[in-house]
Protein backbone atom coordinates (compact mmCIF):
# COMPACT_ATOMS: atom_id res chain seq x y z
CA UNK A 1 0.00 0.00 0.00
CA UNK A 2 2.90 2.69 -1.50
CA UNK A 3 1.20 5.86 -0.76
CA UNK A 4 1.72 9.03 -3.38
CA UNK A 5 5.81 9.32 -3.92
CA UNK A 6 7.22 12.49 -5.86
CA UNK A 7 11.12 13.05 -6.32
CA UNK A 8 12.92 14.65 -6.18
CA UNK A 9 12.49 15.91 -1.89
CA UNK A 10 14.48 18.83 -2.56
CA UNK A 11 15.77 20.90 -5.42
CA UNK A 12 17.87 23.94 -5.95
CA UNK A 13 18.25 25.54 -9.11
CA UNK A 14 19.65 28.56 -10.71
CA UNK A 15 17.13 31.09 -12.02
CA UNK A 16 17.09 30.75 -15.80
CA UNK A 17 16.74 26.42 -15.18
CA UNK A 18 14.43 24.25 -16.30
CA UNK A 19 13.56 21.59 -13.75
CA UNK A 20 11.24 18.71 -13.80
CA UNK A 21 9.50 17.14 -10.74
CA UNK A 22 8.22 13.69 -10.62
CA UNK A 23 4.35 12.19 -9.66
CA UNK A 24 3.84 8.84 -8.53
CA UNK A 25 0.20 8.26 -7.84
CA UNK A 26 -1.67 5.55 -6.10
CA UNK A 27 -1.81 2.40 -8.36
CA UNK A 28 -5.26 3.11 -9.64
CA UNK A 29 -6.41 5.86 -8.69
CA UNK A 30 -7.71 7.88 -12.06
CA UNK A 31 -7.60 11.61 -10.88
CA UNK A 32 -3.97 13.04 -10.74
CA UNK A 33 -3.64 16.86 -8.90
CA UNK A 34 -0.23 19.44 -8.67
CA UNK A 35 -0.77 21.82 -6.07
CA UNK A 36 1.94 24.53 -5.12
CA UNK A 37 2.50 25.85 -1.25
CA UNK A 38 4.11 29.41 -1.81
CA UNK A 39 5.88 30.88 1.89
CA UNK A 40 3.33 31.47 4.12
CA UNK A 41 0.54 30.69 1.60
CA UNK A 42 -2.20 27.90 1.57
CA UNK A 43 -1.85 25.53 -1.09
CA UNK A 44 -2.76 26.54 -4.48
CA UNK A 45 -4.43 25.03 -7.44
CA UNK A 46 -1.85 24.45 -10.47
CA UNK A 47 -3.55 21.52 -12.89
CA UNK A 48 -5.70 18.52 -12.91
CA UNK A 49 -5.53 15.14 -14.55
CA UNK A 50 -8.46 12.89 -14.99
CA UNK A 51 -8.05 9.24 -17.04
CA UNK A 52 -7.82 10.24 -20.55
CA UNK A 53 -9.70 13.59 -20.89
CA UNK A 54 -8.09 17.04 -21.19
CA UNK A 55 -6.38 18.24 -18.41
CA UNK A 56 -7.21 21.40 -16.01
CA UNK A 57 -4.46 23.62 -16.53
CA UNK A 58 -6.44 26.68 -14.97
CA UNK A 59 -4.54 26.76 -12.44
CA UNK A 60 -0.54 26.80 -13.83
CA UNK A 61 0.46 30.64 -13.39
CA UNK A 62 2.33 31.34 -16.44
CA UNK A 63 3.29 29.23 -19.70
CA UNK A 64 6.65 28.19 -18.38
CA UNK A 65 4.67 25.82 -16.61
CA UNK A 66 3.06 22.44 -18.01
CA UNK A 67 2.92 18.93 -17.00
CA UNK A 68 2.14 15.72 -18.73
CA UNK A 69 0.52 12.20 -17.38
CA UNK A 70 2.10 9.29 -19.15
CA UNK A 71 0.27 6.52 -19.22
CA UNK A 72 -2.55 7.08 -16.69
CA UNK A 73 0.07 6.95 -14.15
CA UNK A 74 3.53 9.10 -13.47
CA UNK A 75 2.93 12.97 -13.64
CA UNK A 76 6.06 15.04 -14.75
CA UNK A 77 5.45 18.76 -13.78
CA UNK A 78 7.92 21.03 -15.76
CA UNK A 79 8.87 24.70 -14.70
CA UNK A 80 10.98 26.25 -17.84
CA UNK A 81 13.59 29.51 -17.36
CA UNK A 82 12.56 29.20 -13.34
CA UNK A 83 11.79 32.53 -11.59
CA UNK A 84 12.54 33.16 -8.03
CA UNK A 85 9.16 33.86 -7.11
CA UNK A 86 8.74 29.98 -8.39
CA UNK A 87 10.06 28.80 -5.03
CA UNK A 88 7.38 26.69 -3.21
CA UNK A 89 6.57 23.36 -2.37
CA UNK A 90 5.01 21.28 -5.05
CA UNK A 91 2.66 19.04 -3.76
CA UNK A 92 1.32 16.38 -5.64
CA UNK A 93 -2.64 14.33 -5.06
CA UNK A 94 -4.02 11.54 -6.31
CA UNK A 95 -7.58 10.48 -5.77
CA UNK A 96 -9.38 6.67 -6.74
CA UNK A 97 -12.18 8.74 -8.67
CA UNK A 98 -12.81 12.80 -9.64
CA UNK A 99 -15.78 14.33 -6.88
CA UNK A 100 -16.43 15.39 -3.49
CA UNK A 101 -16.14 12.10 -1.81
CA UNK A 102 -13.48 10.54 -3.05
CA UNK A 103 -10.38 11.66 -0.96
CA UNK A 104 -7.50 13.51 -2.53
CA UNK A 105 -4.20 11.75 -1.18
CA UNK A 106 -0.83 13.59 -0.80
CA UNK A 107 2.86 12.97 -1.25
CA UNK A 108 5.26 14.24 0.83
CA UNK A 109 5.61 17.37 -2.09
CA UNK A 110 8.98 18.27 -3.69
CA UNK A 111 10.66 21.66 -2.11
CA UNK A 112 11.88 24.22 -5.33
CA UNK A 113 14.18 26.77 -4.37
CA UNK A 114 15.54 29.05 -7.28
CA UNK A 115 18.25 30.89 -6.72
CA UNK B 1 -8.83 37.32 -3.86
CA UNK B 2 -8.66 34.34 -0.45
CA UNK B 3 -11.98 32.68 -0.50
CA UNK B 4 -10.58 30.78 2.54
CA UNK B 5 -9.21 32.13 5.43
CA UNK B 6 -7.22 31.05 8.74
CA UNK B 7 -6.67 34.38 10.46
CA UNK B 8 -4.21 32.67 12.84
CA UNK B 9 -1.07 31.89 12.03
CA UNK B 10 -0.53 30.20 15.40
CA UNK B 11 -2.18 28.48 18.38
CA UNK B 12 -0.56 27.03 21.54
CA UNK B 13 -2.45 25.16 23.95
CA UNK B 14 -1.92 22.73 26.80
CA UNK B 15 -2.22 19.24 26.71
CA UNK B 16 -5.56 17.87 27.38
CA UNK B 17 -7.24 21.16 27.00
CA UNK B 18 -9.54 22.13 23.98
CA UNK B 19 -7.75 23.31 20.78
CA UNK B 20 -9.90 25.58 18.52
CA UNK B 21 -9.23 26.58 14.92
CA UNK B 22 -11.06 28.72 12.96
CA UNK B 23 -11.35 29.43 9.02
CA UNK B 24 -13.78 32.08 7.29
CA UNK B 25 -14.94 31.80 3.90
CA UNK B 26 -16.86 34.10 0.97
CA UNK B 27 -17.99 31.70 -1.42
CA UNK B 28 -21.56 30.67 0.02
CA UNK B 29 -21.69 28.30 -2.90
CA UNK B 30 -18.81 25.94 -1.55
CA UNK B 31 -20.58 22.78 -0.96
CA UNK B 32 -18.12 20.82 1.32
CA UNK B 33 -15.52 21.77 3.74
CA UNK B 34 -12.45 19.93 4.82
CA UNK B 35 -9.51 19.81 7.34
CA UNK B 36 -5.89 18.73 6.71
CA UNK B 37 -3.51 18.01 9.16
CA UNK B 38 -0.01 18.12 8.11
CA UNK B 39 3.99 17.14 9.94
CA UNK B 40 6.74 18.37 8.66
CA UNK B 41 8.16 16.68 5.69
CA UNK B 42 5.00 14.82 4.72
CA UNK B 43 1.52 15.81 2.47
CA UNK B 44 -1.25 17.00 4.45
CA UNK B 45 -3.38 14.26 5.43
CA UNK B 46 -7.16 14.44 5.01
CA UNK B 47 -8.64 14.42 9.38
CA UNK B 48 -12.65 15.63 8.55
CA UNK B 49 -15.12 16.89 6.47
CA UNK B 50 -18.70 18.52 6.51
CA UNK B 51 -21.32 18.92 3.91
CA UNK B 52 -22.53 22.78 4.17
CA UNK B 53 -26.46 20.69 4.59
CA UNK B 54 -24.88 20.24 8.24
CA UNK B 55 -23.73 22.34 11.24
CA UNK B 56 -21.61 19.72 13.31
CA UNK B 57 -19.89 16.56 12.42
CA UNK B 58 -18.35 14.87 15.06
CA UNK B 59 -15.27 11.83 14.71
CA UNK B 60 -13.67 10.63 18.03
CA UNK B 61 -11.88 14.00 19.33
CA UNK B 62 -12.72 16.03 16.25
CA UNK B 63 -15.46 17.67 15.78
CA UNK B 64 -16.15 20.72 13.12
CA UNK B 65 -18.49 23.35 13.19
CA UNK B 66 -20.17 24.81 10.50
CA UNK B 67 -21.87 28.58 10.78
CA UNK B 68 -23.65 29.09 7.20
CA UNK B 69 -24.72 32.35 8.43
CA UNK B 70 -20.98 33.84 9.35
CA UNK B 71 -19.21 31.89 6.58
CA UNK B 72 -17.32 30.35 9.48
CA UNK B 73 -16.20 27.05 10.30
CA UNK B 74 -14.00 25.69 13.21
CA UNK B 75 -12.28 22.68 14.57
CA UNK B 76 -12.30 21.40 17.89
CA UNK B 77 -9.99 19.02 19.26
CA UNK B 78 -11.11 17.83 22.51
CA UNK B 79 -8.72 16.39 24.45
CA UNK B 80 -5.93 17.32 22.75
CA UNK B 81 -2.41 15.57 22.65
CA UNK B 82 1.39 16.11 21.70
CA UNK B 83 0.72 14.17 18.65
CA UNK B 84 -1.90 16.82 17.35
CA UNK B 85 0.86 19.34 17.08
CA UNK B 86 1.29 20.17 13.19
CA UNK B 87 -0.03 22.48 10.74
CA UNK B 88 -4.05 22.41 10.22
CA UNK B 89 -5.51 23.71 6.89
CA UNK B 90 -8.94 24.70 6.00
CA UNK B 91 -10.40 23.71 2.63
CA UNK B 92 -13.70 24.14 0.83
CA UNK B 93 -14.42 22.59 -2.54
CA UNK B 94 -17.55 23.26 -5.03
CA UNK B 95 -19.74 19.34 -5.71
CA UNK B 96 -18.78 20.32 -9.15
CA UNK B 97 -15.29 20.84 -8.83
CA UNK B 98 -12.69 18.36 -7.93
CA UNK B 99 -10.69 21.19 -7.06
CA UNK B 100 -9.86 22.19 -3.51
CA UNK B 101 -9.44 25.61 -2.13
CA UNK B 102 -7.14 25.45 1.31
CA UNK B 103 -6.61 28.39 3.64
CA UNK B 104 -3.08 29.46 4.65
CA UNK B 105 -3.26 27.23 7.45
CA UNK B 106 -2.78 27.17 11.51
CA UNK B 107 0.04 25.88 13.22
CA UNK B 108 -1.05 24.27 16.45
CA UNK B 109 1.38 23.18 19.24
CA UNK B 110 0.03 21.16 21.94
CA UNK B 111 2.70 21.49 25.02
CA UNK B 112 3.10 18.71 27.24
Known amino acids: GAGVSQSPSNKVTEKGKDVELRCDPISGHTALYWYRQSLGQGLEFLIY????????KSGLPSDRFSAERTGGSVSTLTIQRTQQEDSAVYLC?????????????FGPGTRLTVT | DQQVKQNSPSLSVQEGRISILNCDYT??????FLWYKKYPAEGPTFLISISSIKDKNEDGRFTVFLNKSAKHLSLHIVPSQPGDSAVYFCAAQLDSSYKLIFGSGTRLLVRP
Open chain 1, 93 to 105: ASSLRTGADYEQY
Open chain 2, 27 to 32: NSMFDY
Open chain 1, 49 to 56: FQGNSAPD
